[in-house]
Nanobody, 116 residues
Framework: QVQLVESGGGLVQPGGSLRLSCAAS????????MSWYRQAPGKERELVATVGRTDTFTNYADSVKGRYTISRDNVKNTAYLRMNRLKPEDTAVYLC?????????WGQGTPVTVSS
């Protein structure tokens, strides 16, 4: 069964950090580009970061550049999103996506709330 399961979200104070994980099962992520998106209440889904099949290619939204780091461990079949210096406007449900140009899979998301 193909599945992406996100974890690591929660409540954090402004300026804090979190690391999100996206564990894949049923397919090898080495064949897929991995991305993190986020969706805040009442807003459209936003692409946050993408990592190519290896860590040599990464891309970030301007709003998170310099604060977030996307990575992957193809052996563990897991992608990660390290988020530093979090701001209240980073509050959203964070979802991961695997894409190989023909197939794409989405996880259910993990909520992140940045509040004091």
């Amino acid at each position: 069964q193909v599945q992406l399961v996100e974890s690591g979200g929660g409540l954090v104070q402004p300026g804090g950090s979190l690391r999100l994980s996206c564990a894949a099962s049923g397919f090898p992520i080495i064949d897929y580009t991995m991305s993190w998106y986020r969706q805040a209440p009442g807003k459209e889904r936003e692409l946050v970061a993408t990592v190519g099949r290896t860590d040599t290619f990464t891309n970030y939204a301007d709003s998170v550049k310099g604060r977030y780091t996307i990575s992957r461990d193809n052996v563990k079949n897991t992608a990660y999103l390290r988020m530093n210096r979090l701001k209240p406007e980073d509050t959203a449900v964070y979802l991961c996506k695997a894409n190989n140009g023909r197939l794409q899979y989405w996880g259910q998301g993990t909520p992140v709330t940045v509040s004091s």
